[in-house]
């Protein structure tokens, strides 16, 4: 039924077994409305596997303690699983080093470690940190705060009409002033994927290090935080299949080393006495007090099963719902694509003439198809869109490209409910 | 299918493709921004009163269907009556959109249209939205803003 022919680039990863893979999502078995469920808001958060659900489980049941602290079997192994968590991620994202990786209870409090730590020691009035138009409000409010508490200034890099960073207007945009670089892998809103390597290079001449927000990139395509050569990656758990309440931050060691802790409590200190305090090596200098050590494990299984189906064959089945899904809206009278940019991952943003996106959102969910409709945590974006909102259609691994034909049905009947010509 | 059509009937239809009232009043003397953080919409009510007589109410804003329809339709009812409506009303159709009345008062009028939204618990705040404002407008009782 699929088209053969996509992006040669991609077409090198084996088809994904969509009906398989969905077998391993209990939650996609069941009914919405009356109807079967069609998820379409991975970009949300994604659904979980059997697997992911099943380690946390078994965690609990047989292998749970707390970590770094006991002197009997559990707690040793406990810990054990803990930090072989750790190496997986460093594999997952090809860092050079495990202690390079701190976990965090997701991407929104990696930037805030890294605002309230980084930032904070190093920003000075009138030093800028420099963002993008189509920032997640959580890579722009830590920021927004952190330059005022300073007298610091928030920069933003435009986007042109295709929801794309241009590379020139964003190295115009450093300048003598810039401390730090924030910017998003992949735009949730939009799907744009911008070009981080080439940014990082831009900044890197100027000894500027780069956060880069990754939570929408991290489900959809390999990561490789060495050939980014950025100094910080930030994503969550929860969009990468695992559970919520867990993400991690990575920074270069020789950045994490030079940072003060974020959190105080216990397991990030080396001793306490009331005069003095000194902390642990990185990164557990910023993992203050009992982490979610049921949300490792449940993540280091998501990172198994990704790796097990293979994020080369992820990112073209994806590539392939996208283009499909775009054919399919952009033919649907009224409708228009929100973010037309050259590379896109995951995402699609778009607008019916005459009908909101709540009113989409609501309609499509009487059809069992769940989407997104608002702003998406980027009011910044839909202004300068000229948009108050949009409606979001967001994938993972198991949606298949009947769901895209429903989600096109759906918006059919979204158009014959509020016509054809509205005012 | 059929919550839809209740949702959606055919004159919420019509004011949220032509709403009345709609714009910005000049010589109000009382105004108000409401605001939905959960979705980004915005409205925002402006009302001349002439004692306690309603003379003259506008709205302005983008929404959602429901929302849109909501400020227009109400507006309407507003329009010509005594400010104090508002309170009776409001209570009224609060306990419409959420599924608390039975038997609709005859005060309602054409806002009886909005009992499909009970059926959608998230979009009772669509729905509540430009009323919302307009009681805060009338207790924050402003001078008058004039061009003049």
Known sequence: ?423 | MSELMDLYQEVILDHTRRPRNFGSLEHATHRAEGHNPLCGDRVAVSLRLDGDVVREIRFEGKGCAISTASASMMTELLKGGEAGLLQTVFGQFQDLVTGRLIEPPEDLGKLVAFAGVAAFPVRVKCATLAWHTVKAALQNRQQPITTE
């Open chain 1, 1 to 423: 039924m699929r088209r053969a022919t996509t992006s040669s680039a991609q077409t090198a990863a084996p088809p994904l077994d969509v009906d398989r893979l969905r077998r391993d999502f209990p939650i996609l078995s069941g009914r919405t409305a009356g109807k079967p469920l069609v998820y379409l808001d991975s970009a949300a958060s994604t659904q979980k596997p059997t697997p992911v659900i099943e380690a946390m489980n078994a965690f609990y049941r047989e292998g749970y303690a707390n970590i770094h602290r006991g002197l009997y079997a559990l707690s040793l192994e406990a810990t054990e699983a803990y930090e072989e968590v750790r190496c997986k991620v460093q594999r997952f994202i090809n860092a050079r080093e495990s202690r390079e990786v701190v976990f965090v209870r997701g991407t929104t409090e990696a930037i805030n470690l890294v605002a309230g730590t980084l930032a904070r020691q190093r920003l000075e009035a009138g030093d800028e940190i420099l963002v993008s138009t189509l920032e997640h409000h959580s890579n722009i409010v830590p920021w927004q705060r952190i330059c005022e508490e300073k007298g610091g200034v928030l920069r933003v890099a435009p986007i042109d009409d295709n929801g794309e960073v241009r590379l020139e207007a964003f190295e115009r945009a450093l300048g003598s002033r810039t401390r730090l670089v924030a910017i998003a892998h992949v735009s949730n809103a939009l799907g744009t994927v911008n070009p981080v390597a080439e940014m990082v290079r831009m900044a890197r001449r100027r000894e500027i290090p780069v956060l880069v927000d990754g939570a929408q990139a991290a489900p959809h395509f390999q990561l490789d935080v060495q050939a980014l050569d950025c100094d910080f990656y930030a994503f969550s758990g929860h969009k990468v299949y695992g559970p919520t309440g867990v993400g991690v931050l990575y920074g270069k060691s020789s950045l994490l080393e030079t940072m003060p802790p974020y959190q105080c409590g216990g397991e990030m200190i080396r001793s306490v006495s009331f005069e003095r305090t000194s902390y642990k090596e990185i990164p557990y200098r910023f993992e203050a007090g009992t982490p979610d050590i049921v949300g490792v494990i449940g993540l280091g299984a998501a990172l198994d099963y990704l790796g097990a189906v293979g994020l080369e064959c992820i990112a073209a089945h994806e590539s392939e719902l996208l283009s499909h899904a775009t054919e399919a809206l952009a033919s649907v009278p009224g409708v228009r694509i929100v973010g037309r940019a050259g590379r896109k991952a995951g995402v699609l943003s778009f607008v019916v003439e005459g009908a909101h996106p709540h009113d989409i959102g609501t309609i499509l969910d009487q059809e069992g198809i769940a989407i997104r409709g608002g702003h998406h945590c980027a009011q910044p974006l839909m202004e300068r869109l000229g948009l108050p909102a949009t409606a979001r259609a967001s994938f993972g691994l198991y949606n298949s490209h009947a769901e895209v034909d429903r989600l096109a049905d759906g918006v059919r009947k979204v158009r014959e409910i509020f016509g054809s010509c509205p005012s």
